[in-house]
């Protein structure tokens, strides 16, 4: 085994241990937008907005409830901190139920995770390609002007701006190929599709995160394509892969699908 496969397995084993953690991609049973106040099927409590427009929730629970935040047994309301806080809140709901709060726009939602889920529970692992060092590939990076945006479709149909930092340029067999990179940060995401989806990989697509090279050059290494986190739970509401990122050719590299301990497709 070469270096660069060892290295694989590696990040390939990570990847399958990750997905089950007690707040990995598999324990997730719920996401539910929080734009009134409301119950949330499965948990305690009685959520809503927050009243000064922060990231994060109100929730009005008792002690017979048994929620904790941040280690404290909820009597009463209390202001829950959401992403972007100096000490986002830990949830515990009970032994195996945790909960987190997410952020879209000026929308805060709860998740609700289980660490024995029924996709946990017949969880058997990632099927993915060997590595094949063919699939490595030297692109060349084409930043785009500070503050370019586009529209990215997400599973559920509606979409998004996100900021497009650059695009990214190769050949493969004759096709020119130019993927757009979404990010804010160092890693950017590539979000695509390949003439494998739906026959031998998850319909919906891959994704890959790249860091452009000094020299002006992006290292696509295919073989680290993972699966989205929509692979795992329903409950996440992926990005679809843009017209330009669906390529016309099969790309043989990375995670195909989630399976169980009898190698069936865990989701389609």
């Not at 979000?191 to 990989?201: G, M, P």
Request: proline residues 7%; contains cysteine.
């Amino acid at each position: 085994m070469t270096e660069a496969s060892e290295r694989f397995a590696s990040f390939h084993a990570r990847r399958e241990a990750q997905a089950k953690e007690p707040m990995g991609s598999l324990a997730l049973i719920l996401t539910q937008w929080i734009d009134a106040p409301q119950e949330v099927w499965g948990v305690a409590g009685r959520w809503a907005p927050r009243g000064d427009d922060k990231p994060g929730l109100e929730l009005t629970a008792t002690a017979a409830d048994g929620i904790q935040v941040n280690g404290r047994l909820v009597d009463g309301t209390i202001l829950i901190d959401g992403p972007g806080a100096t000490d986002p809140a830990t949830i515990i709901f009970s032994d195996t139920l945790r909960g987190s709060i997410i952020r879209e726009g000026n929308l805060s939602g709860l998740r609700v995770w289980d660490e024995q889920s029924e996709w946990i529970q017949n969880y058997g692992g990632i099927d993915a390609y060997d590595y094949d060092p063919a699939w490595v590939i030297t692109a060349q990076w084409k930043p785009n002007p500070v503050g370019t945006t586009a529209q990215v479709a997400k599973k559920s149909g509606e979409a998004k701006d996100e900021v497009i930092p650059g695009e990214i340029a190769f050949t493969h067999k004759g096709h020119d190929v130019s993927l757009i990179t979404i990010g804010t940060g160092r890693a950017l995401q590539i979000v695509f599709a390949d003439e494998t989806n739906d026959s031998e990989t998850y319909s919906v697509g891959r994704f890959l995160f790249v860091v452009p090279n000094p020299d002006g050059t992006v290292t696509l290494d295919f073989n680290l394509a993972v699966l989205p986190p929509c692979a795992f739970s329903y409950n996440f509401n992926c990005p679809i892969p843009p017209k330009q990122n669906r390529l016309p050719f099969p790309i043989r590299a990375g995670e195909k699908n989630a399976v169980t301990a009898t190698g069936e497709l865990l989701h389609h």
